[in-house]
């Protein structure tokens, strides 16, 4: 959902639960509660008959404004337009579902107005 080439590999573990130690790439993990941790996962087919877990569309760009922080907010309403270019109106059901899930509703529905507006 974004153009930027991430300066790390991102993955996330269950709160509580060892944090791997990759030297290489650079890698940052993010520890989610156990109970979302696994709400709205994807597999992804990474190479033929390999597949690997992801986040949904909708959980990414959910998790990037609430994550994100300030510095990183242009990066978030661009996955957030490019979320709601892709899926349109009947994306947001989605993003609002995966808002709710993750306790994120009233942050997030400002910014999705905003941006359909």
Do not use: C, K, W
């Not at 609430?66 to 957030?80: D, I, K, M, S, V």
């Amino acid at each position: 959902m974004i153009d930027d080439i991430p300066y790390a590999v991102h993955i996330a573990v269950p709160r509580g639960t060892h944090r791997p130690a990759i030297t290489y790439p650079p890698t940052r993990t993010s520890q989610y509660a156990a109970d979302t941790f696994g709400y709205a996962v994807d597999r992804f087919e990474a190479a033929p008959g390999e597949t690997i877990p992801v986040y949904s569309p909708a959980r990414s760009v959910v998790d990037a404004m609430r994550l994100g922080g300030t510095a990183n907010g242009p990066l978030a309403l661009g996955a957030l337009n490019r979320y709601l270019h892709r899926y349109g109106q009947s994306g947001v059901a989605g993003l609002q579902d995966a808002a709710q899930r993750l306790g994120a509703l009233s942050s997030i529905r400002p910014a999705i107005e905003a941006v359909l507006a």
